[in-house]
């Protein structure tokens, strides 16, 4: 089983509504990513964090996105008005990046 | 754009044969190489890094990666039903003690039949 642990492990929201999806990493790891892989497709990295704030994100991750660590604990990918497209699987990486999550589920409907 | 290919298969082999799975990347300042098994509904799990051209082996799993042909291999010995899954190449320009995002190819399907 994964050290990185993911919750909710499966989520149904309605279009529009916000997501708020949590991850719990590696103690003293300082990295954190996540990704997301919709069915069928390639892993796609969304934003990496580091530091308390963003070091790098990809196109994917616009306005509707956002990154915390509330409680320098848990890392959280908010998902403010959630659209259809974003139906797929999302996985925080901890550590190097290369440690995977257990993965949250997201169904859009 | 930085891109990942991997024959996407399906790959189909008996127990006890070796698989070879193969993968290409167009950045060449990529430094550091990964391969991922999936099980289908699960996330990646890390089973082969490398770093430097050449072999490296672990158990049945064996990564080769050439640079110059821009090219990293995995072969799986003795292949096992439990070794069916997708697997995953990822690379990233990080090496040494930093790191980076990883760019993963779609993944080759693998079977390996009683």
């Known amino acids: 089983e994964p050290e990185v642990t993911q919750t909710p492990s499966h989520q149904v929201t309605q279009m529009g509504q916000e997501v708020i999806l949590r991850c719990v990493p590696i103690?003293?790891?300082?990295?954190f990513y996540w990704y997301r892989q919709i069915l069928g497709q390639k892993v796609e990295f969304l934003v990496s964090?580091?530091?308390?704030?963003?070091?790098?994100k990809s196109e994917i991750f616009d306005d509707q996105f956002s990154v915390e660590r509330p409680d320098g604990s848990n890392f959280t990918l908010k998902i403010r008005s959630t659209k259809l497209e974003d139906s797929a699987m999302y996985f925080c990486?901890?550590?190097?990046?290369?440690?995977f999550g257990s993965g949250t589920r997201l169904t859009v409907v | 754009q930085k891109e990942v290919e991997q024959n996407s298969g399906p790959l189909s082999v008996p127990e006890g044969a070796i698989a070879s799975l193969n993968c290409t990347y167009s950045?060449?300042?990529?430094?550091?190489f990964f391969w991922y098994r999936q099980y289908s509904g699960k996330s990646p799990e890390l089973i082969m890094s490398?770093?430097?051209?050449g072999d490296k082996e672990d158990g049945r799993f064996t990564a080769q990666l050439n640079k110059a042909s821009q090219y990293v291999s995995l072969l799986i010995r003795d292949s096992q039903p439990s070794d069916s899954a997708t697997y995953l190449c990822?690379?990233?320009?990080?090496?040494?003690?930093?790191?980076?995002?990883?760019?993963f190819g779609q993944g080759t399907i693998l079977t390996v039949h009683p």
């Open positions: 964090f580091y530091n308390n704030e963003i070091s790098e």
């Open positions: 490398i770093y430097s051209n």
């Open positions: 990486a901890t550590g190097g990046g290369y440690t």
């Open positions: 103690s003293n790891h300082l990295y």
């Open positions: 950045d060449r300042v990529s430094q550091s």
């Open positions: 990822a690379v990233t320009n990080a090496g040494g003690t930093s790191y980076g995002k990883l760019t």
